[in-house]
């Protein structure tokens, strides 16, 4: 296997909360960072949250202090808990292992909020 694999999306109301976890393909500390995207209808793929190897996460402006991005290293699993969810934050999101070399990504989970 060397997708990662996603799982955890869902419908949920606008203010709901989802976790959605990635599983990686391999021992997520020799992986440069991991990350979530998201792609919206009609709109481009965009970085969601990232946590580097050495832990450092990084967050688009539209979701700090909002979503929450985490690992289990013991798991080799990533999280990316979602808070006060909006309609505007409905999409595909996707799990990136980011080597350095080369990128793995998921398949993608779908969530839905509804107002």
């Known amino acids: 296997q060397v997708q990662p694999v996603e799982s955890g999306g869902g419908l949920v109301q606008a203010g709901g909360s989802l976790r959605l976890s990635c599983a990686a393909s391999?021992?997520?500390?020799?992986?440069?960072?991991m990350g979530w995207y998201r792609r919206a209808p009609g709109k481009q793929r965009e970085l969601v949250a990232v946590?580097?190897?050495?832990?450092?996460?990084t967050y688009v402006v539209s979701v700090k202090g909002r979503f929450t991005i985490s690992r289990d290293i013991a798991k080799n699993t990533v999280y990316l808990q979602m808070n006060s969810l909006k309609p505007e934050d409905t999409a595909v999101y996707y799990c990136?292992?980011?080597?350095?070399?080369?990128?793995?990504w998921g398949q993608g989970t779908q969530v839905t909020v509804s107002s």
């Open positions: 990136n292992q980011d080597w350095g070399s080369r990128q793995n």
């Open positions: 391999g021992n997520i500390l020799t992986i440069n960072s």
């Open positions: 946590i580097a190897r050495n832990g450092v996460t």
